[in-house]
């Protein structure tokens, strides 16, 4: 289906955001954070206050820094969400595990719980860093013409880059259970674009909405690659493995510039911010897919779950 409303101007710019995941969604407020998924049963809904590492400690809050942070959280409490999510779905549709099979026989059951996120997060940024680090540095390595020539060996680094990425989501996209979460992920969308123009939250109001969001997750890792090919441009070292590792040290700070850059696209709606935003919007044509209307039911009752009583606590950049 087409999209039949592609403004995206809002009445505000909402700080809640969501994830989501096996038949169903996460949304996470300024306070809480709310997981509904759908079963047979109807709607089972887990609702957890949130402790931020900024609240105890303010360092971790302050820009450049707050997106390392921030990065790290998301993975470890998404990842958290999509195993509980699985969980939930029928026993025919659960797919056996050795290694969380082994997990479990070797830790207590609350601990087997969180050795299973850890390991999932572990693995995920491992495969991330193998296919966005190592692999392109290693690939354009080969191309003897560039190899010192830092600035064409950098862009063609990142060009490797960028194209892994739109193979790895168009490949992943083709798998049905995937290309369903992709379908959650648009009516995510959706419901914070709902919320943010003022409409009340119904089916009816949340279906027209656009389903490309400038602070979406998937537009980060676009950022995250085109910010690497202007913050490895200072790496001037021939050695394949040399490069590998400055590119590894740099990452951090490519994090916190493109958490930055995504942060201030959620909070302004000009042509600069267009621009910026424009390139992850695109990818989330791949990311993001029509969503029914119990997959809308379902992004509606997770975020009103966590939105705050006191009125505008939840604004971005609050």
């Known amino acids: 289906m087409a999209e039949k409303n592609s403004n995206t101007s809002c009445g505000f710019r909402t700080s809640i955001g969501g994830q989501a995941l096996m038949e169903g969604i996460l949304m996470r407020g300024p306070k809480k954070q709310a997981i509904v998924c759908r079963t047979a ?42 195993l509980y999510s699985a969980e939930l779905l029928p026993e025919e549709m659960q797919e056996d595990d050795p290694l969380d099979k082994w997990i479990e026989a070797h830790f207590s059951a609350e601990k087997a719980k969180q050795v299973i996120i850890y390991t999932a997060v572990v693995l995920g940024i491992g495969l991330s860093l193998f296919l966005f680090v190592f692999l392109p540095t290693f690939l354009v390595g080969f191309i003897k013409p560039i190899y010192t020539n830092f600035f ?5 680094e990142g060009i490797v880059r960028i194209a892994l990425l739109l193979l790895y989501m168009g490949l992943t996209r083709k798998v049905p259970d995937v290309h369903r979460l992709f379908r959650y992920h648009g009516a995510e969308h959706k419901t914070i674009f709902c919320y943010e123009h003022g409409k009340e939250l119904t089916v009816e109001n949340v279906r027209p909405e656009s389903r490309f969001h400038p602070r979406c997750g998937t537009s980060f890792l676009l950022v995250v690659v085109i910010v690497s090919v202007l913050v490895n441009s200072v790496v001037k070292v021939t050695n394949t493995f040399g490069r590998i590792g400055c590119h590894l040290l740099l990452l951090p700070v490519v994090v916190g510039i493109s958490y930055e850059i995504n942060r201030w696209c959620g909070l302004h ?7 910026l935003s424009a390139p992850g919007k695109w990818l989330q044509r791949i990311t993001t897919a029509e969503p029914d209307d119990s997959m809308i039911e379902c992004a509606i009752r997770a975020i009103e779950l966590v939105i705050p009583e006191e009125k505008g606590s939840d604004e971005w950049g609050k």
């Open 41 to 82: 049963d109807g709607l089972v809904e887990k609702v957890e206050d949130l402790k931020l590492l900024k609240d105890k400690y303010p360092f971790f809050g302050l820009p450049l820094v707050r997106g390392v942070v921030i990065f790290l959280d998301s993975m470890i409490k998404g990842m958290g969400a999509l």
């Open 152 to 156: 064409f060996r950098n862009l063609a």
């Open 269 to 275: 709606d000009n042509l600069l911010s267009a621009v």
